[in-house]
């Protein structure tokens, strides 16, 4: 089972949408990253968030991680077809230990 | 180069034999990191190294598979016996050792092992 669960699995959408993707867990984190790959490359980290209730924007991305810090959210506001990915989170819960999630397949079409 | 690296890029093996993946970190970053990614899905955790030990190796899915760094700095990934079941992208990371609160982890472009 996996420790955390992002939703939606799939998302597409048209070009200057908004859309949100959740990442929860029953368990509470020191820290939570999110990520964002592209076929054939790696991970590229996007933002780390590490205080219950934060919110960090990225231009048009806001994240939040829950007050509990059991859960998170990204929220992508006219997205662009550059937006297109898989963006995971990332929770750490102690130093060096990550524990993925599935990963949300955006598509934005023009 | 200024990135992670690893190779092969791509790796085709007949189920039963054996394959070395390897991993060239940032220059300077302590800790080393393998995951294991399906098509289109999560990471999952392998191991990692803080130098060259490795404190948690509780992610390798069974005693085939065995990691070790030399000098700080490369890794190997080594996979006895492959089955196909070992067919995945794995992806190497590092990162510095800077206290609890700097995680960023620099991942390389992974080996795509294909078991036939």
């Known amino acids: 089972t996996q420790l955390l669960e992002q939703s939606p699995q799939f998302l597409s959408i048209q070009e200057g949408e908004n859309l949100t993707v959740y990442c929860n867990s029953s368990?509470?984190?020191?820290?939570l990253q999110w990520y964002r790959q592209e076929p054939g490359e790696g991970p590229v980290l996007l933002v780390t968030v590490v205080t219950g209730g934060e919110v960090k924007k990225l231009k048009r991305l806001t994240f939040q991680f829950g007050d509990a810090r059991k859960d998170s959210s990204l929220h992508i506001t006219a997205a662009q077809p550059g937006d297109t990915g898989l963006y995971l989170c990332?929770?750490?819960?102690?130093?060096?230990?990550?524990?993925f999630g599935s990963g949300t397949k955006l598509n934005v079409k023009p | 180069g200024a990135g992670v690296s690893q190779s092969p890029s791509n790796k085709v093996t007949e189920k039963g034999k054996d394959v070395e993946l390897r991993c060239d970190p940032i220059s300077g970053h302590t800790a080393l990191y393998w995951y294991r990614q399906s098509l289109g899905q999560g990471l999952e955790f392998l191991i990692y190294f803080q130098g060259n030990s490795a404190p948690d190796k509780s992610g390798l899915p069974s005693d085939r598979f065995s990691a070790e760094r030399t000098g700080g700095s490369v890794s190997t990934l080594t996979i006895q016996r492959t089955q196909q079941e070992d067919s995945a992208v794995y992806l190497c990371?590092?990162?510095?050792?800077?206290?609890?609160?700097?995680?960023?982890?620099?991942f390389g472009p992974g080996t795509r092992l294909t078991v036939t």
């Open positions: 990371a590092s990162s510095f050792w800077v206290g609890e609160k700097s995680y960023e982890q620099y």
């Open positions: 990332a929770g750490a819960r102690r130093i060096n230990k990550f524990y």
């Open positions: 368990s509470v984190f020191s820290s």
